[in-house]
């Protein structure tokens, strides 16, 4: 009766253990939830969105937490012009530079956008004109009324109102000899010191601007003007008044060998065109220039500034 009884409690326990087992419940696995993101894309430019290397994509859902970066790259003739407030209200926002921020995804979905590109060019007479002066090599100044900086044709170092320079390192002042023999060593200058897709304009180009601001009858849309406390000449188109350039009189260096100071900054202006001319004067080679709308030629080793224009199209 003994063995009987144990074995009836050693088949109830196995009958309860089995029951138990068949009736417990798997291990899930719960995923986080993802939310949409939507990128819109901007017009002359191009937005890059990232998590860490990977790229994303609109229509893309991503968990909230992740660290998101972005980066706006304006197409030449247009500059960066900040981000939307909505964005910069998302948790974890920062800027990171010119163009870069990063921001933490939230729980929700988000939209990304740019803020529209601003253009930095006027086209008159045919030309696309960068809107404001050269400043260090590849980079425009912000205000049209910064004289920006200057240089010796065809070289693409930049030095200031006090003679100095924009690359430190070895830079110096060029002299008749770094021009060669009869000019013979005279550089080339297409992009020159200009941001990619501009170049330095050709005398071709100045002659535009000044024939396009220059009407049949009456006077010609060229003047002297103040804005601020800064004089320059002022080009105005006569098809259309909207479009206006203004080059600030920052002056010129007249003492090739040396660079500072900066003599008739605010009486009279000096931009370099590309090209160089078979004329010399005390011993220097000749490059074509503007100043106050009529062109000129004056020694290749003096500090004029540059305005760049859009680069023709291939």
């Known amino acids: 009766m003994k063995n009987l009884f144990t074995f009836v409690c050693a088949a109830l326990f196995v009958a309860v253990a089995a029951t138990s087992c068949k009736n417990e419940i798997p291990p899930q696995t719960i995923e986080d939830p993802t939310f949409a993101i939507t990128i819109t894309a901007p017009v002359n430019g191009t937005l890059t969105v990232k998590n860490g290397e990977t790229a994303i ?48 995804m939230p729980a929700a979905p988000v939209t990304i956008t740019v803020n529209p590109f601003k253009e930095t060019t006027v086209t008159i007479g045919g030309v696309k004109w960068a809107k404001t002066n050269l400043g260090a090599p590849g980079v425009f100044v912000a205000q049209e009324t910064d004289f920006g900086m200057y240089y010796q044709f065809g070289f693409n170092v930049g030095w200031n109102a006090e003679g100095t320079t924009s690359v430190p390192a070895g830079a110096t002042i060029k002299g008749a000899a770094d021009y060669g023999e009869n000019g013979s060593a005279v550089p080339a200058w297409g992009q020159g010191p200009c941001p990619d897709g501009f170049t330095v304009p050709t005398v071709a180009d100045f002659n535009a601007l000044i024939a396009a601001c220059t009407p049949q009858d009456g006077p010609k849309q060229i003047t002297q003007e103040t804005k601020g406390d800064v004089i320059g000449t002022q ?19 007249q003492n090739p060998m040396q660079p500072a100071p900066i003599e008739n900054a605010g009486s009279a202006d000096a931009y370099w065109t590309a090209e160089a001319t078979p004329t010399w004067t005390g011993g220097f080679p000749n490059a074509s220039f503007m100043t106050v709308g009529t062109m000129r030629a004056m020694p290749c080793t003096m500090l004029h500034s540059v305005r760049c224009v859009m680069a023709p199209a291939e």
């Open 235 to 253: 080009f105005v188109d006569v098809e259309d008044a909207t479009k206006i350039l203004f080059f600030p009189r920052a002056g010129a260096s």
């Open 57 to 104: 994509a609109t229509g893309d859902e991503l968990p909230a937490g992740i660290e998101i970066t972005l980066a706006a790259v304006p197409a030449p003739g247009y500059a960066f012009d900040g981000w939307p407030a909505a964005m910069v209200a998302f948790e974890g926002w920062a800027t990171t530079g010119e163009g870069t921020a990063k921001f933490t």
